[in-house]
């Protein structure tokens, strides 16, 4: 079963333009994860935000976690055309720590 | 680095037939896992390892089996194939956790994609 779920599932934007895509998620975590997948290959790590943390950036990257509503928000600022992929959420439940449990992903296209 | 490779990157088996995804990682992680991508199904889980000689089933094991001889490798079974194990198959690692044995970043090979027809 799928304890993530993205939303939108697919979002096309002209580049410059911000991304948003959300995740909700079913039980209470320890962390979420975001993962990049580009067409044709592996994911790739992007952000950790652990479940006492509300906000975190990294580059371009802004995460948001709202523990009381179980979702968390990726935002993308300034796109360009090298962010069109999949992006996926991931959490990590407690008591069953070895383990990440992945959404059904966002696909982004960024347009020049 | 290498990082997480995969071999081979593209099969075609028929029903019934067997075969072996090789995963091997150089980053001397202690965890390891094995997913399945489908379209419109994110990554599911098949089977995972915490160390050299140990492994457990995931969210979806029927179909498959694994080995983890050396810590460096983890190795994906199909003992007979059937076209419902179409699909790609990723392998992951991660390092042993901190305190409180926390899941945290894996790393990813690039995937193979296996056709049975």
């Known amino acids: 079963s799928q304890q993530g779920e993205e939303d939108p599932q697919a979002l096309s934007i002209q580049e410059g333009e911000n991304a948003t895509m959300n995740c909700s998620y079913k039980?209470?975590?320890?962390?979420l994860q975001w993962y990049r997948q580009n067409s044709g290959r592996g994911l790739v790590h992007l952000i950790l935000?652990?479940?006492?943390?509300r906000e975190k950036h990294s580059g371009r990257l802004r995460v948001t976690l709202d523990t009381s509503k179980k979702s968390s928000s990726l935002l993308i600022t300034a796109s360009r055309a090298a962010d069109t992929a999949s992006y996926f959420c991931?959490?990590?439940?407690?008591?069953?720590?070895?383990?990440?449990?992945f959404g059904t992903g966002t696909r982004l296209q960024v347009t020049l | 680095n290498a990082g997480v490779t995969q071999t081979p990157k593209f099969r075609v088996l028929k029903t019934g037939q067997s075969m072996t995804l090789l995963c091997a990682q150089d980053m001397n992680h202690e965890y390891m896992y094995w997913y399945r991508q489908d379209p419109g199904m994110g990554l599911r889980l098949i089977h995972y390892s915490v160390g050299e000689g140990t492994t457990a089933k995931g969210e979806v094991p029927d179909g498959y089996n694994v080995s983890r001889l050396k810590k460096q490798n983890f190795l994906l079974g199909l003992e007979s194939a059937a076209p419902s194990q179409t699909s790609v198959y990723f392998c992951?690692?991660?390092?042993?956790f901190g305190a409180g044995g926390i899941q945290e970043t894996q790393y990813f090979g690039p995937g193979t994609r296996l056709l049975v027809l």
């Open positions: 039980t209470s975590i320890n962390n």
């Open positions: 935000i652990r479940s006492n943390e």
């Open positions: 992951a690692s991660s390092p042993r």
């Open positions: 991931a959490t990590a439940v407690g008591g069953t720590a070895s383990k990440l449990t």
